[in-house]
């Protein structure tokens, strides 16, 4: 049995001792840091800030709904649609599909909480390619909602 746990620790110390790190776990890919609800804090076009109402996006799965938020209470019952990601990208892809068939091409970042999407805002337009509002690019940034 001491010898078996003296082999463990020698066999860790090589391990460490090889260069290469341990990873302390496993990074989660994108679309399950997405899940939940998510309250949209700012919004800039044209190089400029926006007053906009306070928005929820809800993501379940691959889907996703977008709703007005008076207080506690919203505008009306969400429109799901699905939705897919391309982390490989740089920047990583986004595309929101809607009822109508349409789609909303857009790029992404998650980060520390945050979620920022970058978008033409006209529904089967082409996407953009870097994070700025100067060709009518729209920057919605959203936090985690508070439950």
């Known amino acids: 049995?001491?010898?078996?746990?003296?082999?463990?620790?020698?066999?860790?110390?090589l391990q460490a001792v090889d260069g290469k790190p341990v990873p302390k776990s496993v990074p989660m890919p994108d679309t399950d840091l997405l899940q939940g609800d998510w309250v949209r804090i700012a919004t800039?076009?044209?190089?400029?800030?926006?007053?906009?109402?306070?928005t929820l996006i809800t993501i379940k799965g691959?889907?996703?709904?977008?709703?007005?938020?008076?207080?506690?209470?919203?505008?009306?019952?969400?429109?799901?649609?699905?939705?897919?990601?391309?982390?490989?990208?740089?920047?990583?892809?986004?595309?929101l599909f809607y009822k109508n068939g349409s789609v909303m091409p857009g790029i992404y970042?998650?980060?520390?909480?945050?979620?920022?999407?970058?978008?033409?805002?006209?529904?089967?337009?082409?996407?953009p390619t870097e994070f700025k509002t100067d060709n009518g690019e729209t920057i919605?940034?959203?936090?985690?909602?508070n439950k």
């Open 44 to 54: 800039k076009r044209g190089g400029k800030e926006l007053e906009s109402p306070e």
């Open 140 to 145: 919605s940034v959203f936090k985690r909602a």
């Open 62 to 95: 691959n889907q996703w709904a977008e709703r007005l938020v008076h207080g506690k209470k919203t505008n009306r019952e969400p429109q799901w649609g699905p939705f897919k990601l391309d982390p490989t990208k740089t920047p990583k892809q986004i595309d």
């Open 109 to 127: 970042t998650i980060e520390a909480g945050v979620f920022t999407m970058c978008t033409l805002g006209v529904p089967n337009g082409s996407r």
């Open 1 to 13: 049995m001491k010898r078996m746990i003296a082999v463990a620790v020698v066999l860790l110390a």
